[in-house]
């Protein structure tokens, strides 16, 4: 719905920090100064749709973006909803993309013999604001002799 090119593009969020994400998108190629884009979520099926609180602002004063604190998504579903107005017409969000950067591991623990040149590391995953399963998890160690 809407007028085409005023849609939104590139929409996508970034979890941060466990409990911090920000959601980000480029304007519509059509979308004039007086286009405005308002986001609403939700974490799951069983909670209450929320607009931004915080929003990011172009040059124009169009959000661009949000800021959330205190997130939690629960199996792994979130729901989103740009829509806004542009002399009356409604615009809509396409597919998005959620990602999560992660803290580094937790509890680093290195232990390495003289004798046989052998080292045995082990740590704990890092907290998520969704991902339960450690399993889930690829991890990719870079050793350096100093």
């Known amino acids: 719905a809407g007028m085409n090119g005023t849609a939104i593009e590139n929409f996508a969020c970034v979890i941060f920090n466990v409990s911090f994400m920000n959601c980000t998108w480029h ?6 100064e007086d286009t405005q884009y308002f986001l609403y979520w939700r974490p799951s099926k069983k909670e209450d749709v929320t607009e931004c609180q915080n929003y990011i602002k172009d040059a124009c ?3 661009t973006g949000c800021r959330f604190q205190n997130v939690t998504i629960l199996n792994n579903n979130a729901y989103f909803l740009v829509n806004g107005s542009r002399a009356g017409q409604s ?11 992660l803290t580094p591991p937790l509890n680093i623990t290195v232990n390495c013999t003289e004798a046989s040149h052998i080292c045995s590391i082990w740590w704990q995953p890092p907290h998520t604001s969704h991902v339960k399963r450690s399993s889930c998890f690829k991890y990719e160690i870079v050793i350096e002799n100093k």
């Open 61 to 63: 004063g169009r959000h």
């Open 27 to 32: 304007v519509g190629r059509t979308a004039t």
């Open 91 to 101: 615009i809509h969000i396409p597919d998005y993309i959620i990602v999560e950067k």
